[in-house]
């Protein structure tokens, strides 16, 4: 059957097309329990017949083990958001210029009872393939939200960034979702940001309208990652964003690596002469800091400022970072 489909056809066009084929075989039972597994074990073993370049290849158990993580991790999910086994934490964000913590960005942490805790990157990468990630977003939105306007209540002014994926943005129901979560929490839109990848801004004209949308509702928009995605300099005049972030692969090796600073000096120069404010991530050292205020750079996240902190701990960092050793950067 592999080798028929291989055979070489002519299309009406005159065009000769030869297809690739692969396949992944797996033996069961014609038992509920074991044809509920099936589709899925020779979906793991296509999967291993295409990594290693083979026409077709059984069902290994050896090579499933991430694809049955995967798939039990994805059925959690709904589960958890419900049971409270995600939860939010807040990273601070220093502003370069007044030495303040001006704004925070939301991350999502999730302990799974069987699996422990469980990397963002894993699970929201598995989220964006399934609109399980819409669901996801919400939840994060609303949290966010409810976590800012308790701030708000005991006089901490923060702004909160909440990332979204290009899913989100395509989603028809998206701008709805954002404009009834602002006003469930009484939410200034000027106090939200959005955080998307470079990849995710560039994927299309529906989500080109979907920013320049959420630009008019006055939330602020951030190019995250900016400088490691497609980094597409054309379409940099057009966007509807007002903040670039600068990747941290790009930021940590500036205070040993001339080449690297250079780079980074000449991103911040540019972006701030396209009307962008620059945000650096990944700052680690005092010396990296220093030399991202000395060449202008607006602001500032990394472990030098602060880890990811929980909600509670928020205002007493707070307090303690108006002592001396950011005032001392004014």
Same mark, same amino acid.
């Given at each position: 059957?592999?080798?028929k489909?291989?055979e070489?056809?002519?299309?009406?066009?005159?065009?000769t097309?030869?297809?690739?084929?692969?396949?992944?075989?797996?033996?069961?039972?014609?038992?509920?329990a074991?044809?509920?597994?099936?589709?899925?074990?020779?979906?793991?073993?296509?999967?291993?017949?295409?990594?290693?370049?083979?026409?077709?290849?059984?069902?290994?158990?050896?090579?499933?083990?991430?694809?049955?993580?995967?798939?039990?991790?994805?059925?959690?999910?709904?589960?958890?958001?419900?049971?409270?086994?995600?939860?939010?934490?807040?990273?601070?964000?220093?502003?370069?210029?007044?030495?303040?913590?001006?704004?925070?960005?939301?991350l999502?942490?999730?302990?799974?009872?069987?699996?422990?805790?469980?990397?963002p990157?894993?699970?929201?990468?598995?989220?964006?393939?399934?609109?399980?990630?819409?669901?996801?977003?919400?939840?994060?939105?609303?949290?966010?939200?409810?976590?800012?306007?308790?701030?708000?209540?005991?006089?901490?002014?923060?702004?909160?960034?909440?990332?979204?994926?290009?899913?989100?943005?395509?989603?028809?129901?998206?701008?709805?979702?954002?404009?009834?979560?602002?006003?469930?929490?009484?939410a200034?839109?000027?106090?939200?940001?959005l955080?998307?990848?470079?990849?995710s801004?560039?994927?299309? !004209? $529906?989500?080109?309208?979907?920013? *320049?949308?959420? =630009? @008019?509702?006055?939330?602020?928009? %951030? &190019?995250?990652?900016? /400088?490691?995605?497609?980094?597409?300099?054309?379409?940099?005049?057009?966007?509807?964003?007002?903040?670039?972030?600068?990747?941290? !692969? $790009?930021?940590k090796?500036?205070? *040993?690596d001339? =080449? @690297?600073?250079t780079?980074?000096? %000449? &991103?911040?120069?540019? /972006?701030?002469?396209?009307?962008y404010?620059m945000?650096?991530?990944?700052?680690?050292?005092?010396?990296?800091?220093?030399?991202?205020?000395?060449?202008?750079?607006?602001?500032?996240?990394?472990?030098?400022?602060?880890?990811?902190?929980?909600?509670?701990a928020?205002?007493?960092?707070?307090e303690?970072?108006?002592?001396?050793?950011l005032?001392?950067?004014?």
């Open positions: 059957m592999l080798a489909i291989s070489p056809f002519v299309t009406d066009g005159g065009i097309v030869q297809l690739e084929a692969h396949a992944g075989l797996v033996r069961y039972r014609c038992n509920q074991e044809t509920e597994d099936a589709l899925r074990m020779a979906t793991s073993a296509l999967h291993q017949a295409e990594a290693e370049q083979r026409r077709w290849t059984w069902y290994s158990p050896g090579f499933d083990m991430p694809h049955k993580r995967a798939f039990a991790l994805l059925r959690a999910i709904p589960s958890s958001l419900a049971h409270g086994e995600f939860r939010l934490v807040y990273q601070p964000k220093l502003d370069l210029h007044t030495a303040r913590i001006t704004g925070v960005e939301a999502a942490r999730w302990r799974h009872p069987k699996f422990g805790d469980v990397s990157a894993e699970f929201v990468g598995l989220m964006e393939r399934t609109t399980l990630i819409h669901d996801f977003t919400e939840w994060v939105l609303h949290k966010a939200l409810e976590q800012q306007s308790i701030w708000r209540a005991h006089g901490i002014d923060l702004t909160v960034a909440v990332n979204v994926s290009a899913r989100n943005l395509e989603h028809p129901r998206f701008l709805q979702i954002l404009r009834n979560a602002c006003a469930l929490y009484d200034p839109p000027q106090a939200l940001r955080e998307c990848t470079e990849n801004v560039m994927t299309g !004209t $529906l989500t080109a309208k979907t920013l *320049t949308a959420v =630009r @008019a509702m006055g939330i602020s928009i %951030s &190019l995250d990652d900016f /400088g490691v995605g497609y980094s597409n300099l054309s379409c940099l005049h057009s966007l509807p964003v007002e903040i670039l972030k600068l990747d941290q !692969t $790009l930021i090796p500036i205070a *040993t001339e =080449r @690297a600073f780079l980074i000096k %000449s &991103l911040i120069s540019m /972006g701030h002469a396209l009307g404010r945000l650096a991530e990944g700052v680690e050292t005092a010396e990296v800091l220093d030399l991202l205020k000395h060449h202008g750079c607006d602001a500032a996240q990394g472990y030098y400022i602060a880890r990811p902190l929980e909600a509670d928020i205002a007493e960092f707070l303690v970072s108006r002592g001396p050793n005032q001392g950067m004014r």
